[in-house]
């Protein structure tokens, strides 16, 4: 792709009882609203049913709607974006150094996306909205489809690390098809400072198990406390992904 970031296909992990997920079903990206004519083109020749879009209000105001081929479905499960959980986009490059300092500094970003991923598994809300996005991908005809949010990574992350382990790929796979995303970030001004917003890291992963430790009792508490779903949706997900 020309013009989306951190795009790329679940597929390829194996699950504890030996199937291995497929390639080329389902997609995951950050935003597509600059998505170049070639890029357009690629997704009509993936096959790209449906897309659901996890970006706000304020996403789309500062980033603009996703540009997909004719005739795709999109479904639009606005949730809060983990760097900017209160919703409100700041113009980073505008602040001094000295302001990002005080704001970021001392481990402060890192305990912010932290604490931002954590709530990607305790808060009702988002449980729901990542419930329906399950029953969305189930829907007949729906796939080959594609998720995304604005940087393909906090929102979008979940969601894939989510759907693996639902059917069985164990975390440390997990953990590796996550991380996969520190190989599309691109350094901005103060990129030290910033680099917890805009990569990806182990311990947020480590966070949000924890927390949905804490909060539900187990993976399979998750998914039908918390996503709202039974077995019947786990079973019918894992013959739509796995070989």
Not at 171 to 177: A, G, I, L, P
Not at 212 to 232: R, V
């Amino acid at each position: 792709m020309q013009s989306i970031r951190n795009f790329r296909s679940l597929g390829g992990q194996t699950t504890v009882e030996g199937g291995r997920v497929r390639s080329g079903l389902v997609y995951r990206s950050g935003h597509l609203a600059e998505a170049s004519e070639s890029d357009v083109e690629a997704l009509a020749e993936l096959g790209i049913r449906t897309v659901f879009d996890f970006r706000n209000q304020g996403d789309l105001a500062v980033e603009g709607p996703n540009r997909l081929p004719d005739g795709v479905k999109q479904i639009s499960l606005p949730m809060a974006d983990s760097a900017n959980p209160s919703g409100i986009r700041e113009n980073f490059a505008s602040f001094s150094a000295e302001e990002l300092e005080e704001r970021f500094g001392n481990g402060k970003a890192f305990q912010w996306m932290k604490d931002a991923s954590a709530r990607s598994v305790s808060d009702p809300v988002r449980t729901g909205q990542f419930g329906r996005f399950v029953q969305g991908l189930l829907a007949p005809g729906a796939a080959p489809a594609l998720f995304n949010c604005s940087a393909g990574k906090d929102r979008t992350g979940w969601a894939a690390s989510m759907l693996l382990l639902a059917v069985g790929v164990p975390e440390q796979q997990v953990v590796d098809h996550y991380l996969e995303t520190n190989q599309y970030v691109i350094p901005g001004r103060y990129g030290d400072l910033m680099m917890p917003l805009m990569s990806v890291h182990e311990d947020y992963f480590a966070e949000q198990m924890q927390v949905l430790a804490d909060t539900w009792g187990s993976f399979d508490q998750y998914w039908t406390d918390g996503l709202g779903l039974d077995g019947g949706h786990r079973q019918a997900l894992r013959e739509l992904l796995l070989d």
